[in-house]
């Protein structure tokens, strides 16, 4: 399929695209294709207007006041709720707070403590390289020698599964490649054992529909400011199984997890609901455009957003496809939708230049060390036009090393 | 002293005040004297602009290029070093970051590492709950018995430090009774027996000048919404001298913490600087509200600012005193300037319905239980005349009862 005949098609599934509405809830500017959602999630219009309310009215106005007749002091459950729909949460069960590391040593220390004979941690050495940080930071603190082996590919993964693994955490989708697990089965195959499951969902929340009840996970962990366009440092998420809630408590045990904050009790008394997985006071500016961004998903189909999801992935991996071999890209993202989250890497030898050319002409994607250019399928405001026209432009960068350019190689302090 | 002849003085120390041009840098509504700045700070006149910069032209337009365009991702060292002049830190000893809980468990975590063959920690039973659940959590989580010790009164504090106390946790001013701590002399004095010290600085940073390097502490922490106006929920900020760095790491080791983040490793190798104590992705639009209120501490002679503190308590406490043993109101607050922070506060048997029939007539200060009323004196924004119309306000419910109307006692979920 030549690049007209794809434009063409591609202007059809735009026009039979049931999301295509989305769009126009986003601002977005001329002259971009964005693929990089998956690492920052473009911005919803209402937001901006939103958080000026928030700071002028509550804030600037009502002063202290707004966290009783604003609601302020419940925004983490009000948002964790909002989230909850899309991965398959009952009531209950989620908040937002903090970021996702630290939500991650939350639940971490907590599995640890439930699973408290058994001394090993399972992860996969791609996973993102924080979830492991924070592996080995509350590993170190508790200071009983919990162990993290790291399984290089996640066929290895049951293999690993023994009656001395305490928990296993891994990322749904991974960040570099975009492989997805089968979450359900690998639960199941964990519980067999008696292990605890940690899934951290950053690439997936708002890309796919997830269905954590239903796969019987224990723990989740997620970010707010990629798929769900909750913006730059966004509240992350968490997710306790009500099975797991009040038995126990996770070490970051602030005032706002306490029973009764408000009370200034000198001991600590944990909230027995999952209140206990908050800390200290909510960042509410922040709260508020995560708030006001989750809005926008009362509206969302998620099978259609699944379906849309796919076929943005099929198109590129189609479009590349036909060049790729060419100029030594390598798709490291698998062909079987089943086994993917949204998005379509390659390996590429000239990849931060490359991803800096395409930037420099409107693609913005981006880059994971050592060699991969990430491309990320947002269904909510991308369109089958901009993707297939995405491909026209690389293979044109490619064909004429445009990243040969001096200005593409130097690095900024973010890549 | 009458109120009229009170009020004469008050508008005369208003038009001698060195900072009465800061007022007009701060939105306050029409009709409210505010005396609340030490739970939550004035919105000062910049910030919602700048907030909608960044979300509009920075999130919105540059979308994920502002991570190195606007420089996001040093916003936490950005924001710390100006908060660094106020405490009196040296560079590259501050950052913003989190909650003020978080921090504590980064740095108790880090103190009671250095410090590992020793097993108490000393705080006060008064101290702020949330510090103490903080230690709480973090004594358990490294399950090596660690206990927290805590005096009933500061008279006490010297003679709890001996040779197996690993760290003395005190925040400088306290919460309620506004009892400030003398900083150098119970530094010296944990130092003397090899203990470390936490300095909690919610209530001190942006009310009074402070020298944590003067007074050779080891770890501060504080928060952002307090007198630093940072916004609801703001970042809070972190101090760790130089001596501490980099020897050891604290266990929140997200990626943000590494000495090469975007290399993307599987191993967590720390940052050596103060970089160390940051976690998760920091939160920007917080972090760009919060470095936009400091930046009008840029133009603030701190000598002047702690000169008016000290004014506006005096004023208050006198016109109070006139009636306060009338009414059953005790003033729990130093008389000795040298022994408070920015506030005062008072036992009162109606507090609770007292502070709503006040914040009523438009003077809003807070309670916490079990008793007291708390009136927070910020010199940034407010005038001699708004201190002395509040006691005048105050005096006028006291004497009409008018705090048993039914509605003042109807407690928030805030109080």
């Known amino acids: 399929m030549d690049s007209t005949i794809a434009n063409i098609d591609a202007r059809q599934a735009d026009q039979a695209d049931p999301l295509r509405a989305f769009r126009d809830r986003f601002e977005l500017p001329d002259g971009v294709i964005y693929l990089d959602g998956n690492s920052l999630g473009a911005l919803p219009k209402t937001v901006k207007q ?6 002028g009215d509550e804030w600037g106005e009502q002063l202290i006041r707004s966290w009783n007749t604003a609601d302020w002091v419940h925004l983490p459950q009000r948002v964790g709720k909002k989230i909850a729909r899309l991965i398959g949460a009952e009531d209950g069960t ?9 939500n991650l040593f939350k639940v971490l220390s907590a599995a640890l403590d439930l699973n408290g004979g058994r001394s090993k941690i399972i992860s996969e050495r791609d996973n993102f390289p924080t979830d492991l940080y924070i592996a080995e930071g509350v590993a170190k603190q508790i200071g009983k020698g919990h162990r993290l082996a790291l399984a290089s590919a996640p066929a290895d993964i049951p293999g690993m599964l023994d009656n001395d693994v305490a928990v296993l955490m891994l990322t749904h989708v991974n960040y570099r490649n975009g492989y997805r697990h089968d979450m359900a089965a690998l639960t199941k195959a964990a519980h067999d054992k ?22 019987n996970a224990d723990f989740a962990i997620g970010c707010g400011y990629k798929y769900l366009n909750g ?23 602030g005032w706002f997890g306490h029973r009764a904050p408000f009370d200034f009790d000198s001991s600590y008394a944990p909230s027995r609901s999952i209140e206990q997985y908050l800390c200290g006071t909510p960042p509410v500016l922040a709260m508020v455009a995560m708030d006001e961004a989750m809005a926008l998903w009362d509206d969302v189909d998620m099978a259609a957003l699944r379906a849309k999801s796919v076929a943005l992935c099929d198109l590129f991996i189609q479009e590349v496809g036909a060049f790729a071999a060419d100029f030594g890209l390598t798709l490291v993202t698998p062909l079987d939708a089943e086994c993917r989250g949204s998005q379509v890497s390659y390996s590429c030898d000239n990849g931060y230049a490359t991803m800096q050319a395409l930037i420099a002409r409107g693609v913005i994607g981006d880059f994971r060390a050592p060699d991969i250019i990430r491309f990320g399928m947002t269904p909510l405001y991308l369109s089958f036009a901009e993707v297939a026209q995405a491909a026209v432009i690389l293979k044109d960068i490619l064909a004429t090393r445009a990243f040969d350019a001096p200005e593409y190689q130097v690095r900024g302090a973010v890549t």
């Open 94 to 102: 989620v908040v937002a707070a903090d970021s996702t590391s630290i």
């Open 194 to 215: 008696g292990i605890l499951v940690i899934w951290d969902l950053c690439h997936t929340a708002g890309a796919m529909p997830v269905d954590l009840t239903g796969a």
């Open 50 to 55: 939103r958080v000026a309310k928030t700071i």
């Open 231 to 253: 913006g730059p440092g966004a509240p992350a998420f968490l997710y306790v199984n009500p099975r797991h809630q009040g038995g126990f408590r996770q070490p970051l045990s």
